[in-house]
């Protein structure tokens, strides 16, 4: 079924930041990837609405849009909880203990690959949360591994049990604080940073941060006395 596109009461409230990204680009039709991660804070996914949308705010066919959606994995076409979490199972983590990782947590969960959790029964739905659970690759944190990621916020060194925890906390809805990074927010408000709007959390780290871990070849060509 063709989508409608959205009620108008969303599209006016959308248009406002829509044109605020439109306006960054000298072509508009550049404005693509970050109008599709706006549409996804509205819905939690990549919808035909949003489609439609994005293609109509861009003067682009929806097949183009689609052809975009569709490539980039960051774009999810079907709900995703209030977190999405990630576990690397490429090479490096998955022989460190990703795949027993991402085996654990199916388990645990009682969901498989890119499945969301129920909210749990007799949970105030205020209060009650959901995640999606996926294996990713390659994080480019491999001097960590094995990582985790929740709505892209990495989580490093991670174990079996340390994983479960991280989920149980997400789904009690309790803080979680990133690795290297700030405390995690929702998959909704994430895709709205993403789209380029301001991050609010007191405790974002602008910038990034290098951890030892990273620059021990550094150090050590430096007690060398080597150089590129």
Known sequence: MPAKGYPQDVKERLDQDA?????????????????????????????????????DKLDLTTAEVSGVATFYSMYKR?????????VCTNTLCAVLGGDEIFATLK???????????????????????????????????CDFAPVMTVNWELFDNMTPEKAKQLVDDLLAGREVVASRGPAVCSF?????????????????????????????GLRVAQARGESA
């Not at 079907?78 to 990630?86: A, L, S, T």
């Not at 969901?111 to 994080?139: F, M, Y």
């Open 19 to 55: 044109d605020a990204v439109i306006a960054r680009y000298p072509v508009k039709r550049s404005a693509l990837l970050p109008l599709l991660h706006l549409v996804q804070s509205e819905e939690g996914f990549v919808s035909g609405d949003g489609i439609k949308y994005c293609a």
């Open 78 to 86: 079907r709900q995703v909880g209030d977190y999405h979490v990630g």
């Open 107 to 141: 388990e645990h969960l009682g969901v498989e690959n890119d499945q969301r959790t129920e909210v749990s029964a007799g949970v105030p739905e205020a209060q009650g949360k959901s995640l999606t659970l996926e294996h990713i690759e390659c994080n480019a944190a």
């Open 188 to 216: 909704r408000e994430t895709e709205r940073i993403l789209a380029g709007f301001e991050d609010r959390r007191e405790d974002a780290v602008h910038g990034g941060t290098i951890a030892p871990e990273s620059i021990v």
